[in-house]
Each structure stands twice: as C-alpha cells, then as structure tokens.
C-alpha cells in the first residue's frame, strides 16, 4: 500500500514510525513531514489546508491510504473532497468535525445525550454573556466558539478575568471568526486526562488511557501550552472509570452523531477532568493527541494500518488492540521562550548520541534541516519518548535521552510523569 500523513508535528512523525513498521506499508509520503520523517517517508512541499494539491497528488501517485494529522483540513472538508473523488482517508468529515470546531454544537450535543460535561451556556451577544458570567460569579470558564490554535480558553478564577477574556474573544477579535459565539461554562477541577477510540461510526474500538503536561513549567505552573509530554497509560483512568468513560462518553458520542445525521469516523480523542468516580468531558478533538500519540503508539502492538483502513471506509471489527506491557513517556523539548515568542535556527546537537538507546525514540516537530545541520523552527521541537518497565523506570529512560540533547534556549519540563506515580501511591 502507498500511505499519505498530512501533517509535520511529533504526531505526525509517531504515525509514520508506527505505520512503518507495518508489513502493509509498502511507501509512505508525508506532506510537509520534517526532518525526522524524512527517514522513514518521502516529505512533499505541500501545506496541510492546501486541499485541491493533496487530492492531485493522492490521485496521481495511486495512494491507497491518507492519514490526517490536525484538525484544520478536517474543518476544511478534506474528508469530503476526497471521499468524492472515491480516495480513502482517515478521519470525520467537515460535518462530523464540528465536534473540535464548535465547541457550542459540541455542548449541544452532550446535553442532547445526557453526557457528564460541565453546565453551559451559549451566547454570540457581550452583553447577554456579561451578564450572564456576573449571575453566576467566579471560578468560571470562557471559550471562544471556534478553533483558536489551543487558546481561546479563559479559566478565569475572577469575574472581572472572566469580562477580560469576553472581552478579547468578542471585541477584540482575539480570535477572529471563532470568537462570534462564546461557550461559558462552569468551572470543575480535578486531574485530566486524555481519552482515545477508533470507531467506523459504528463500531469502537478503544485505546490505552494518556495524560498530557499542559502547563509550561513544573508543577503545572506557567501558561498553557500544546502539552509539554505525555504517558500512557494514565492510572488516573481505572479500569472502573476506563469502563465508565466507553459506555458514558464514548458510546452515546459516537451514536448521537449517527441520530444527528453526521456519523463519525476516525479517531475520537475526549478531553476530560476526573475527579473521584465522577468523569465530565472537557472537549472533543477530532484527531490523535500531540504529545499523546507518540507514548501511545511506542506501546501499540497491534498493526494500526488495518484499523486505520477499517475506520476510513471498512467495517472496525470490536476487537481489542495488543498493547506492549510497559510504560511509555514523552518529554518535550521546546525552544525558548515557548508558548510565547522565540528564537530559530539554533543548532540541535546530540541527536546522533541517541540514536543507538535502546527502549528510547526521539520523534521531531519543530525541527528543520539547514546545511547539513538540524535546527529548531518551531515551539514544540523534539518529543523524547522512552519506555520503561513502570513510570519510574520510562522517565528515567526518556530524561536519559533528553541529556544527550541539547541547543540555545532549550526548555523542557522536569516533572513529566510524576503525576503518574503519585496515582499509583509511589
Ligand atoms: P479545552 O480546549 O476546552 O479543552 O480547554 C483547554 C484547557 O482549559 C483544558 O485542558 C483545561 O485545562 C482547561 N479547562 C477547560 N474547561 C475547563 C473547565 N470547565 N474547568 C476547568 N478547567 C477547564
Ligand atoms: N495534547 C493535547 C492536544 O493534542 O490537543
């Protein structure tokens, strides 16, 4: 089979290594991909939103696969075009993707099938939400509508914060287009986690529970990032709440979107807060996780390319998939400065030193090739993922690969996983 990733971030270089390794698999291409993937698939100089050039290309290389990394093609319909044009792709289609790209028809539809999320309300008016937000009081929550590139969320511990972040979003246009509309909605707490299924629209199938670092800096402190690492699996997902999360959340997700007349179809990643025995969805995304994938595909066992293949146009049988026994940790290594401004170009040194470690892969994102060096070109660079007999031994294994690396500025979590052994009671 010739496979096509869409995509150049860590995730992107995760599913390529694991699709790789498929005896499936006879090419793989990666548009834009990095320099990392181009070890193991032939990068394009295509942009990921630019649809009409991914279908030509798919058509006139035969491709018998295409996988979709992030949301934007998705909210842009690349699932219809090329469904249209009789291609096979992974993931929902412009309508099912509504679930990541509003999170008001997301509310909507978990108040629809009673499923456990946090009380809401909706407003495309500054004044209703003000006034509304001023009722209820603080700790309270305010989203924009739309994608806003992981901002656009306002978890606001003040009213007059709160009226701040109404304010961006409505006024000020922070957010453009996907500030219209605005979701505020109450405030829960509790520990988060990162909950993954594979499903035909019918059929689920389930994955190994994550949790992501959102925080910039230890002890979640600083400001929120696209995740600064990840492990899997997350014992804060027992096998109770495990159980819990399928037939509460997955379930009438996947068969409410049927009724709704959008079927979804590809990977299904629900963001939630947990708190005891009680689970509340925090969003839906309508992709795999970055930092996520990388851990949860280092312990997948099974072959993703035919579930990968089931889900785009076939029949997902409900069977479980294989995972490898041990733990799995990511750590991020990001440029300076990250989540806010930062400098380029810097040299990444060390990389070579890690290649011979066992139990340890080190997946790029914002890296680039200049000369014959590889440098930093984007806020999240290196994911350095290890594996290990439990946590104690993954992060041991995957801050073992992240002294070998280094360049300028470099900043990265020391903390990553430790939440893991406190829930074990380490
Ligand atoms: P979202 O994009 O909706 O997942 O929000 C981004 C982040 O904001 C989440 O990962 C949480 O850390 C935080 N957050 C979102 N909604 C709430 C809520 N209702 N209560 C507390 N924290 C929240
Ligand atoms: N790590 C969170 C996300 O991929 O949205």
Not at 63 to 72: A, I, K, R, Y
Not at 204 to 215: E, G, M, N
Not at 297 to 308: A, C, E, N
């Amino acid at each position: 089979m010739k496979i096509l990733v869409i995509g150049s971030g860590g995730r992107e270089h995760a599913l390529v290594w694991k699709i790789a390794q498929s005896p499936l698999a006879e090419k793989i291409y990666c548009a834009p991909g990095n320099p990392g993937i181009a070890a193991l698939a032939e990068c394009l100089p295509i942009a990921v939103d630019r649809i009409e050039e991914l279908l030509t290309f798919a058509r006139e290389n035969a491709v018998d696969l295409t996988v979709v990394g992030p949301e934007l093609p998705l909210t842009l319909g690349i699932v219809d075009r090329f469904r249209a044009a009789g291609l096979a792709i992974f993931g929902p289609d412009k309508k099912a993707a509504q679930l990541e790209g509003s999170k008001a028809f997301s509310k909507q539809l978990m108040a629809r099938y009673g499923i456990p999320t946090a009380a809401f309300a909706t407003f495309s008016d500054f004044a209703e939400a003000e006034a509304y937000i001023r009722s209820r009081g603080a700790p309270i929550v305010v989203k924009a509508d739309g994608l806003a590139a992981g901002k656009g969320v306002y978890v606001a511990q003040t009213v007059d914060e709160a009226l701040q972040g109404l304010k961006e979003i409505m006024v000020e246009c922070a957010f453009g287009e996907a500030g219209r509309k605005v979701v505020v909605e109450e405030f829960l707490d509790g520990e988060e986690a990162s909950f993954f299924a594979f499903t035909d629209g019918r059929h689920i199938l389930p994955l190994a529970a994550c949790q992501d670092h959102k925080a910039a800096y230890d002890n979640d402190t600083g400001p929120n990032t696209g995740g600064m690492g990840a492990y899997c699996p997350a014992p804060v997902v027992t096998p109770a709440l495990y159980e819990k999360i399928v037939t509460e959340v997955v379930r009438p997700t996947i068969d409410g979107m049927a009724a709704e007349g959008c079927p979804y179809r590809g990977i299904l990643f629900i963001g939630l807060m947990i708190k005891g025995a009680q689970i509340k969805v925090l969003e839906y995304n309508v992709r795999f996780g970055d930092p996520e994938t990388q851990p949860l595909l280092m312990r997948m066992k099974s072959d993703l390319v035919p579930v990968l293949m089931a889900c785009a146009g076939g029949e997902l049988e409900e069977k479980t998939l294989q995972w490898h026994p041990q733990t799995a940790v990511c750590v991020v290594m990001a440029s300076g400065g990250y989540p806010g401004a930062y400098q380029k170009g810097f040299e990444i040194q060390g990389l070579e030193e890690t290649a011979g470690m066992g139990d340890l892969f080190v997946f790029h994102a914002g890296t680039d090739r200049a000369g014959g060096r590889i440098v930093n070109v984007g806020g999240r660079v290196l994911g350095v993922t290890g594996l290990g007999s439990d946590t104690a031994a993954a992060i041991e294994r995957a801050y073992k690969g992240v002294e070998k690396i280094r360049w300028e500025g470099v900043h990265y979590r020391r903390d990553i996983g430790h939440k893991a052994l406190r829930n074990k009671g380490a």
